[in-house]
Nanobody, 125 residues
Framework: QVQLVESGGGLVQAGGSLRLSCAAS????????MGWFRQAPGKEREFVAA????????YYADSVKGRFTISRDNAKKMAYLQMNSLKPEDTAVYYC??????????????????WGQGTQVTVSS
């Protein structure tokens, strides 16, 4: 079993940057694909980015491509989401998630087994 804790959220002005971190403990982090999802008030949870267990393949939602970068450090059991050029529409609670070992990253929440508690990102205009 993998426990995940996100950090790094906060309030930032439009055009600014934040880096979210996801700390993992237990389980098989180094062999698990990782994903970032977000949920805005009144909206469904949506995919943001994912990375394969090796870090060799990344996936992005069209809405964040070119602005966000997902990465991981398996030795530290950490995943990151660097968010640049933030927009008010990026405001949401951001969640990291871990999938089954050796699977590819996925765009779908159902393919992830473990979730963090979320961190709030608020972008003011």
């Amino acid at each position: 079993q993998v426990q995940l804790v996100e950090s790094g959220g906060g309030l930032v002005q439009a055009g600014g940057s934040l880096r979210l971190s996801c700390a993992a403990s237990g389980g098989t982090f180094s062999r698990s694909p990782m994903g970032w999802f977000r949920q805005a008030p009144g909206k469904e949870r949506e995919f943001v980015a994912a990375i394969s267990w090796s870090g060799g393949t990344t996936y992005y939602a069209d809405s964040v491509k070119g602005r966000f970068t997902i990465s991981r450090d398996n030795a530290k059991k950490m995943a990151y989401l660097q968010m640049n050029s933030l927009k008010p529409e990026d405001t949401a609670v951001y969640y990291c998630a871990a999938g089954s070992p050796y699977r590819s990253g996925s765009y779908y929440a159902k393919d992830y087994d473990y979730w963090g508690q979320g961190t709030q990102v608020t972008v003011s205009s």
